[in-house]
């Protein structure tokens, strides 16, 4: 599977997914299938991005492996958080047996993974990814396993780098569209009571502005509140302060 073929259908991954959350769910159901082939034995997996001033993306095949990928937040450790600090893979070939990380280990073996491997996807100095394959198998992952999955990983890294990418130029044009919003409708809100006030642009401004921190509201609500009034009828020609 690996070559071509593999390589197209991540590509097919990223274009069928304008969501970041759906592509990474995707990707871990596609990874989940490649790994149990390889090793012969059940595997499920999860796929974590962590991003500066942004929230956690994580997605899974199955609920045990998003429950344990979040655990690791929660007790600060566990494979997958290794591999995303250290940028390289980690393997654990029993939970019962393996000294480290022990909380996050213990959770795992409780739920009845026996063996882990996590891989670095994306190590960007804003933006880290992980895949984190989980077996009920202890040593499920032997060397050929690690080389095929660490060669599949390699693969998804390149397509989850422009998911990455295309979601925060996505964001970045939600935040403008948020801003001309808001500027619009402070305009709008401004030119109201301007009218009804027959005051200057900058009163009607600094009406808005104090009613904003009188409030301790954002000024786009109080701009939206006015614009209400507006559309609703005759609308006061000064708020309370």
């Known amino acids: ?133 989980l077996s009920t198998s202890p040593e499920a992952f032997d060397d050929g396993a690690v080389a095929a999955c660490g060669a599949f990983a390699v693969r998804a890294a390149r397509v989850t780098r422009l998911a990455v990418r295309f979601d925060a130029a996505r964001g970045v044009n939600r935040d403008l569209l948020m801003a001309m919003r808001s500027r619009t409708e402070i305009n709008l809100a401004t030119g109201i009571l301007m009218a009804q006030s027959r005051c200057s642009q900058s009163e009607a401004f600094a009406l808005l502005a104090k009613v904003s921190n009188t409030r301790n509201v954002k000024l786009r609500i109080v701009a939206e509140e006015i614009l209400r009034r507006f559309d609703g009828g005759p609308a006061a020609t000064a708020f309370s302060a």
């Open 1 to 133: 599977m690996l070559g071509t073929r593999l390589s197209e259908h991540l590509q097919d991954l990223l274009l069928d997914n304008d969501v970041l959350e759906d592509f990474l769910r995707q990707l871990s159901d596609l990874a989940a299938e490649f790994a149990a082939a390889e090793t012969g034995r059940p595997v499920v997996c999860s796929v974590r991005v962590a991003r500066r001033r942004r929230p956690l993306a994580l997605a899974a095949d199955d609920t045990d492996a998003r429950v344990l990928d979040r655990l690791q937040d929660d007790v600060g450790e566990g494979p997958g958080l290794e591999a995303q600090q250290s940028g390289l893979a980690v393997l654990v070939p029993d939970t019962t047996m393996d000294p480290r990380w022990r909380r996050y280990q213990r959770a795992a073996a409780q739920r009845g993974n026996r063996s882990i491997f996590a891989v670095s996807l994306l190590a960007d100095p804003d933006a880290a990814a992980t895949l984190t394959f």
